[in-house]
């Protein structure tokens, strides 16, 4: 298959500036809106039922994280999730620890039901979502899950959408097209709220870019993970890599993103008989 030049979704984004509704958790509201902006979108916050339906009405895109979610919460994200898919507008769902509780559990089915866009998830959520057991704790990551990324695919089949997994190397399905991507910094685990700030980064890409939400996929997970890469090789700590991130999103640029990018595309997804990748550089 043809390997698209991602640097044309980043100039997408910056052209456009999309008006991207978060409706994120309290820990990652100030991190996520700083991401976003540096990387070029428009970010807005709401979260009340008696508004949020309505902005989602104006907005280009929707980004949904369930981590600090709430009953009134809860309700607001059924009701702008409803809106986005009466108004063909795309929306990422982020299901923090959807393994944890069976509350969370039983929001993300509703989600689900309500059509996702894009979900951008780490393995053992990705695991949970796909009705496989999984070891996940909280927001971590089981890095040693067999089969992740047949769940994903699976996951990415049962509900006609993008899955993004992402960890140390990030995995992205259509169900039909895979890819990899390599980068980050070994310091991204210790910031946190930096997942959350991705799902929302990938609601502005796929808004942008809303006819091929794999490709717009792959172009923001490797936007950040070329930035990280570049981040951690001048951080000295978590706390300079938070502000050094900042900057190396400000400073992407589509022609570093096209081509310094490590990723591939994969024609079967891991452990699979015969699978194969074409490498990028």
């Known amino acids: 298959m043809s390997h698209p030049a991602l640097g044309r979704y980043l100039d997408a984004l910056r052209d456009q500036t999309p008006l991207v509704h978060c409706m994120t958790n309290f820990v990652a509201m100030n991190s996520t809106a ?11 916050m709401l979260h009340a039922q008696e508004e949020a339906p309505a902005f989602t009405e104006l907005a280009q895109a929707l980004s949904i994280n369930i981590g600090t979610i709430s009953p009134p919460w809860a309700e607001s994200m059924l009701a702008c999730a409803e809106v986005a898919g009466l108004h063909s507008t795309p929306w990422v769902l982020d299901p923090v620890a959807v393994g944890a509780t069976r509350y969370r559990q039983t929001l993300c089915e509703a989600l689900l039901a309500r059509a996702p866009w894009v979900i951008r998830a780490n393995v053992s959520e990705v695991l949970a979502l796909a009705g496989l057991e999984s070891k996940g704790r909280g927001v971590d990551a089981d890095p040693a899950a ?3 990324e047949h769940a994903a695919v699976t996951l990415a089949r049962q509900q006609g959408c993008v899955v993004a997994m992402t960890g140390e190397r990030d995995f992205v399905t259509d169900g039909a097209r895979h890819a990899r991507v390599s980068g980050g910094h070994f310091l991204m685990p210790r910031v946190t709220t930096l997942g959350c700030g991705l799902s929302a980064i990938v609601a502005a890409f796929v808004a942008a870019s809303p006819d091929d939400r794999f490709e717009a996929t792959v172009a923001a997970l490797a936007s950040f993970a070329l930035a990280g890469r570049e ?21 992407l640029t589509p022609d570093a993103l096209s081509n310094q990018t490590h990723w591939e595309v994969v024609a079967q997804p891991s452990g699979a008989a015969g699978s194969d990748a074409g490498a990028q550089p």
């Open 34 to 44: 700083n991401l976003m902006l540096a990387i070029g979108a428009s970010p807005a």
């Open 146 to 148: 067999q089969n992740a």
């Open 231 to 251: 981040a951690g090789e001048r951080a000295k700590g978590p706390g300079s890599f938070q502000v050094e991130l900042l900057d190396a999103l400000y400073r």
